[in-house]
């Protein structure tokens, strides 16, 4: 099993309020699949993902990927091991405007001892996988949402990472864009046995999974294939 | 690590309004040190620079200054023959001595102050040759004629070729102008020695300066300076002659240091927090910029490090700024109170490559300081939560 999550439990404090995000959830994913994550907003979608990502850390429980433990290391040895083990997708692309498609991709290289001649080697791999090699030198303001989506998915399979994790992959696309992305995801994961780990509100994009997990109030209600 | 660089140094391109205001208010703190500076420079150049590292200055022990020394007629007979003392062509001693002090006089464009007017003899010309006769002629021995520095010239009532000054009820002809290269002799007036201490009522010379005929190795005893501490004839005080003039330039390149320090230690103060603020901004602009470095594995340190760089380019560029715009100064001429000799000193303000040093070294220190906490915050939000915006 690639990913076993086991009784996670996540409270976030607003000032005086305490709310509880997740109730002991079980979780586990296997190499080379793909779960949809889907429920209504604050039934923990997101924060399974980010725990799942070593984004965060849980209040109870264990998170065990790819054979290691995350639940007690600090933030600076989660970062290193989201460089080497997680690519993220998300939904509004998270990419740095002041850098072209070509740098944005690279940014995770630079964790890596890679030498420059490598580095560009893998971007333009990277680039042209998501078919955006004529695309290299342009500012995310020149890309229209979906190469941007597209761009962000270079920079989360530049590093061929184990696992990739998309947060509303096509949230903030139109539909013929969204398409394409979900169709990019499904190329990765079939061609590559790349597992994904997405949350979505869509439907039609959760069919595209090998398996459906649906959370409601911070729990577990399905699991279907 | 250059690739992260890269993005924190387009980001302060990006935000350049808020970049130019930070340089604008470190630049200013630093034009303002770099003025002083420049000030305090100068004077110390136009002083220390001034003489030969082989002619002897000596003084009466425990006069702090020319003016506070006295030597009496056959102490200076003793020491113009003394031994290791160097002569001229023809045999000469290149030996001379002199008084000094300071003369009220009216400036051009209003007011008055003390200028220094130092009695010589026609020798002082040939011992003392650092300062060069560039119009006009030296003054004829036993008249009031008299030589000007040429930094006197248009500052200073009277002082040019052709000129006289009131001295004594009497006027002085000018028939020289003397150029010692931006060195204190360009402050001076010079007469004759004999004449000046008739004129004052003085019967007692105040400086002796002696041309060494061996040089000193570097580091080597001072024989010659050995033999006048422990002569019991004479109670000398010795220096070389730029020596001399540098440890006139003590209390107020002090004063000035300290007030640079102070005046560019307040601004700072501002400039740091106009800076800081610049720097929140961005730093709350960019949560989600930092959230996805985070999520991609850069460590919260890289995150403090990319900040602090950028904190440390608007240093740098205030720096270059503040220099940039205190540099139309760089070679004015000045003048302000010596307060060792309670004279008039002239010089220009210059801008050393010492100077650009320490203001580059200033600005980078406010920069980083000023950029420090906004990137130790940056790099503190939980990557979860910068993702969120």
């Given at each position: 099993?690639?990913i076993?999550?086991r009784?996670?439990v996540?409270t976030f404090h607003r000032?005086?309020?305490?709310v509880?995000?997740?109730h002991g ?5 296997a190499a080379g ?5 889907m ?5 923990g979608?997101?924060t399974l993902?980010?725990?799942i990502?070593g984004?965060?850390?849980p209040d109870a429980?264990?998170?065990?990927v790819?054979g ?7 933030g600076g040895e989660?970062a290193q091991?989201r460089?080497r083990?997680?690519g ?5 692309y998270?990419?740095?405007p002041?850098?072209?498609a ?5 940014l995770?290289?630079?964790?890596t001892p890679l030498?420059?001649?490598?580095r560009k080697d893998?971007?333009e ?10 695309r290299?030198?342009?500012f995310?303001?020149q890309l229209?949402?979906g ?7 270079a ?5 061929d990472?184990?696992?990739l994790l998309a947060?509303?992959?096509?949230g903030?696309?139109?539909?013929k864009?969204?398409e394409?992305i ?5 190329d990765?994961h079939r ?6 780990v997405m949350?979505?509100?869509?439907p039609h ?5 090998d398996r459906?997990v649906?959370?409601e109030?911070g729990?577990?209600?399905e699991?279907?294939? | ?17 808020g970049?130019a205001?930070?340089v ?6 630093v034009?303002v040190l ?15 620079t001034t003489g ?5 200055v000596?003084l ?23 031994e290791g003392?160097?002569v001229?062509?023809?045999?000469e001693?290149?030996?001379t001595a ?6 009220n006089?009216d400036k051009?464009g209003?007011?008055?102050a003390n200028?220094?007017v130092?009695?010589v ?5 040939r ?11 030296e003054f004829?021995?036993?008249?009031t004629?008299i ?10 009532k009277?002082?040019?070729l ?9 006027p002085w ?6 150029d010692?290269g931006?060195?204190a002799?360009?402050s ?5 020695v ?7 009522r ?5 400086t002796?300066?002696?041309r060494r005929?061996d040089?000193?190795?570097?580091g080597?005893e001072?024989?010659?300076a ?17 020596g001399?003039?540098?440890?006139q330039?003590?209390?107020l ?6 007030v640079s320090?102070?005046?560019a ?7 740091a927090?106009?800076t ?8 709350a602009?960019?949560?989600?910029e930092?959230g996805?470095l ?8 890289q995150v403090v490090?990319?900040f602090?760089t950028?904190?440390l380019v608007l240093?740098i560029a ?9 540099w139309?100064?760089?070679g004015?001429a000045?003048?302000?109170?010596n ?12 801008i050393s490559g010492?100077?650009v040093l320490s ?9 980083v300081l000023?950029?420090f906490l ?5 790099s503190?939000v939980p990557?979860?939560v910068a993702?969120?915006g």
């Amino acid at each position: 099993m690639l990913i076993q999550v086991r009784g996670v439990v996540k409270t976030f404090h607003r000032d005086a309020e305490t709310v509880r995000v997740l109730h002991g959830v079980d979780l586990d994913v296997a190499a080379g699949e793909w779960v949809a994550l889907m429920g209504p907003s604050g039934s923990g979608k997101t924060t399974l993902l980010n725990l799942i990502g070593g984004l965060d850390v849980p209040d109870a429980g264990s998170i065990v990927v790819g054979g290691e433990e995350l639940v007690g290391r600090d933030g600076g040895e989660l970062a290193q091991w989201r460089a080497r083990h997680v690519g993220y997708v998300f939904q509004l692309y998270n990419l740095m405007p002041v850098l072209t498609a070509f740098q944005n991709v690279e940014l995770p290289l630079l964790l890596t001892p890679l030498s420059r001649k490598e580095r560009k080697d893998h971007v333009e791999t990277a680039l042209s996988m998501v078919g955006l090699a004529d695309r290299m030198d342009h500012f995310p303001a020149q890309l229209s949402g979906g190469q941007n989506q597209r761009v962000a998915i270079a920079r989360a399979i530049v590093t061929d990472p184990s696992f990739l994790l998309a947060d509303e992959p096509t949230g903030d696309l139109d539909r013929k864009s969204g398409e394409e992305i979900l169709q990019l995801l499904d190329d990765l994961h079939r061609r590559f046995g790349k597992a994904i780990v997405m949350v979505t509100h869509d439907p039609h994009a959760a069919k595209r999974a090998d398996r459906l997990v649906h959370l409601e109030k911070g729990v577990i209600v399905e699991d279907a294939e | 690590m250059t690739g992260i660089l890269r993005y924190h140094l387009l980001s302060l391109w990006v935000r350049r309004a808020g970049t130019a205001l930070s340089v604008v208010s470190i630049g200013m703190a630093v034009g303002v040190l770099v003025l002083v500076l420049a000030l305090r420079d100068g004077f110390r150049a136009s002083l220390a620079t001034t003489g030969r590292e082989d002619n002897m200055v000596v003084l009466r022990q425990g006069a702090t200054s020319e003016g506070e020394s006295l030597i009496q007629r056959h102490e200076w007979g003793t020491l113009r023959d003394y031994e290791g003392v160097a002569v001229d062509a023809s045999g000469e001693p290149l030996a001379t001595a002199e008084i000094y002090a300071a003369m009220n006089l009216d400036k051009e464009g209003g007011g008055s102050a003390n200028f220094p007017v130092r009695g010589v003899m026609n020798r002082s010309f040939r011992v003392r040759d650092s300062a060069r006769i560039t119009a006009g002629r030296e003054f004829v021995p036993g008249t009031t004629e008299i030589v000007v520095g040429k930094a006197l010239v248009g500052r200073v009532k009277g002082c040019r070729l052709g000129g006289a000054l009131e001295v004594a009820g009497r006027p002085w002809p000018v028939v020289g102008v003397m150029d010692c290269g931006g060195g204190a002799y360009d402050s001076e007036i010079w007469c004759d020695v004999e004449v000046f201490m008739q004129a004052f009522r003085r019967d007692m010379y105040g400086t002796v300066v002696l041309r060494r005929r061996d040089p000193v190795a570097p580091g080597g005893e001072d024989r010659m300076a050995m033999l006048l501490a422990e002569d019991q004839r004479i109670k000398a005080k010795t220096y070389t002659e730029p020596g001399y003039f540098r440890s006139q330039t003590r209390e107020l390149g002090d004063a000035l240091l300290w007030v640079s320090i102070f005046l560019a230690g307040i601004m700072s103060v501002g400039a740091a927090f106009g800076t800081a603020v610049t720097m929140l901004a961005s730093v709350a602009e960019r949560r989600r910029e930092i959230g996805t470095l985070l999520a991609l594995g850069f460590r919260p340190w890289q995150v403090v490090v990319g900040f602090v760089t950028e904190a440390l380019v608007l240093g740098i560029a205030g720096g270059a700024f503040g220099v940039a715009i205190a540099w139309p100064v760089n070679g004015i001429a000045t003048g302000t109170m010596n307060w060792n000799t309670f004279t008039e000193q002239n010089f220009a303000f210059r801008i050393s490559g010492d100077v650009v040093l320490s203001a580059v070294m200033f600005s980078s220190a406010v920069g980083v300081l000023a950029g420090f906490l906004p990137a130790l915050r940056a790099s503190r939000v939980p990557p979860s939560v910068a993702l969120r915006g």
